[in-house]
């Protein structure tokens, strides 16, 4: 599979930037425009006023037409595009008919969203995988070909990124209005029906689901086992709020259940009984109970929202766990007679967990052979000394540590992580002197740091500290006099963003800014500092 240009965000865009996305859109793959089509190119680009949506749908066309006189010929007729809905459809299904197989479900899928409604991707992404849209091919884990895939759709012009995080991942996307109105012809046509084979029963034979997307009204509680099979809700907006489930028990099938904007009562235990193809699970709710979900042996995304999170061993023997995002729970390590059954090792993030020094021994980790993302928070020990070395998972990608003391043993630590990619430090104390000098340590493929409410005063490190460091976040450290001015030495570093700091942080941030441009004579380091602060 083939990752396609970059995507682009949606802001109403000047003539240069319309003319620089409709390049990106018509010349995949980092081809130029040809000069006899540059002006015309122009020309058409101009006409779309701005509009980032009309200019993906111009596209389209052009893609398929490379004649200086048929572009012209769109230039001058750019409102019949506007208008005419069914020229617009007919591209829009000829994109759909040249899609690979296994990209079409995903596209329908998004079509169930309600209108300009912005889809969280890292939601996303699960829940395509949750439904078996995305399979593992080669060395590629679903993870890795469901982010391919959305790329596709984006360079495809059927899919548009609406917001991306700071080092430019995907972070929301929607579908234009008329690509989504294709869809929910699509579904209606075909009944959005594909064969799958039941995971708990592989000798039976093939069988239909229907997808649906259900929102507002049109959930009733007349609805039939044989009618609704399988479901999926990120807006779950319906008249019973409180208790949802009541209008769900015939959905035997469901495997996706969001219902994080819902406060659900605590009389859950028995629910989850009737919906043992879960795959995706998120909810909010005052207590929350593992042993409710131990049953669900399927599952591949947990995410709870509590106040109150009654632990139980059984979650470490859900072998099918690949992402579990809890606000906070205490990690327990298992009894000496059950440690020889679990084996997490399709486990990819988990978090927000908080665990004594004591417990993070390499014996633990290595039940977690593959993960890739944790957050932390690490007790002291019962004399309060602060903790001198703990072990990691090796392959963490992403590390989030909250409120504990900083030490060298800790740095060691984390700098023994050779994968990882993204540091998170918020609520960090010092014991003594508040001075973080990192000495020779050093993050070998760091490329985010962020610090929030680090409490130190001086900060020392080297450019051979983070050698690979792309974007530094710094925010709300009052203490703080002074960003090291070796990070200016620092030739990946491409953004450093201030929020709420003293007036010295800020000033050293334009002075590494000032040192960049003197020095490479470019602006390759763009800084951010938000006016209200």
Known sequence: MTRYSDPYSLPFLKDEKSWELLQKKVFKRGNSCPLELVNVGQLVAKKCKGLPSLIIMIAITLSEEREASSWLKVAYDISSHVFDKERSMMTIRSSYGHLPDHLKPCLLYMGLFPKDYEIPVSDLLKWWIAEEFVQNIDTLNPEELSEICLHDLVGRNLVVVSKTSLNGKMKCCIVLDQVREFC????????????IVPYSYPDQPEEQRLCMYIHDRTMTSDFKESDQEFIVHPKFSILDRKNPFRLLNNLKLVRVLHLLDIYLDNSLAATFQSFPHLRYLAIFVKAFDFKWVSHLLHLQTLRVRSSYIMISPAIWKMSKLRHVDINEFPVTVWDEDDKDDIVLDNLKTLGMCSMSAADMTWEFWKKFANLEELRLHINEFENHVPYHFCFFPLRLRCLSLSEIFLTDGLVSSITNLRCLETLKLSEIYFAGEKYWDLGDS????????????VFMTKWSCSEESFPCLEYLVIKNCPKLEEIPDSFADIPTLQLIKVINCSESVRNSAQNIKE???????????????PKNY
Do not use: A, S
Not at 442 to 453: A, G, P, S, Y
């Open 515 to 529: 040192d960049v441009e003197n020095t490479e004579g470019n602006e390759r380091l763009q800084l951010h500092i």
């Open 184 to 195: 929910l012809r699509k579904i209606t046509e075909e009944k959005f029906m594909h064969l």
């Open 442 to 453: 050093t993050f070998v493929q760091l490329k985010f740091l962020k610090l929030h409410r």
